[in-house]
């Protein structure tokens, strides 16, 4: 049995995705980076590139014993992670994109969107930051670094006994003391 792990962290930007969506106009590209072998879009655009993420608490463990079914049972390991992600917002309008994402990215609004995969837990200041073309032409870019947390949980295959026969032994009868 091969390790599970959900949500991972595509089921992460398949939420994260749409709610930029709602901060940009209709139709705008919102594309995960990084963004390999692939030209910038000619229209203005957002992109969601995780950066790092930091382990917050220690695992919470529990079990699934499917007895008295024959099938083997699992331990569920879950881990609280906080993830980072940038969002890049690209073009004309992309100071106001960003100020909105980081403005609402604090809000119960982004709570709601981001449920009950991920919640939102802080989004620093947006911050121009120019990218230079393959033409050599500036192209306006705004970019800001949203914090979320998530719980992925980790599944391995367990074996369970469902019952044990317990026989007392004299151990130093039975393995005497040197």
């Given amino acids: ?39 910038q879009p000619a229209v203005d655009h957002a992109v969601m590139t995780p950066l790092f993420f930091k382990r917050l608490r220690t695992n919470v463990d529990s079990y699934d014993d499917p007895a008295p079914e024959s099938d083997p049972g699992t331990a569920l390991f879950e881990e609280g992670i906080e993830q980072h992600i940038q969002l890049d917002f690209y073009g004309a309008q992309s100071a106001n994109w960003a100020t909105a994402a980081s403005n609402v990215f604090r809000s119960a609004y982004a709570v709601d969107a981001l449920a009950p995969t991920c919640a939102p837990l802080y989004a620093d200041e947006a911050r121009m930051i120019p990218l230079v073309t393959g033409e050599e032409q500036y192209l306006e870019r705004w970019s800001l670094t949203a914090v979320l947390q998530y719980n992925p949980v980790t599944v391995v295959p367990q074996q369970f006994a469902d019952a044990a026969e317990v026989v007392l032994v004299e151990v130093d009868t039975r393995f005497p003391p040197p």
């Fill in 1 to 39: 049995m091969m390790l599970l792990v959900f949500p991972d962290l595509d089921a992460l930007f398949l939420k994260l995705q749409p709610f930029v969506q709602t901060i940009v106009p209709a139709g705008t590209p919102v594309l995960r980076g990084p963004l390999n072998r692939t030209a």
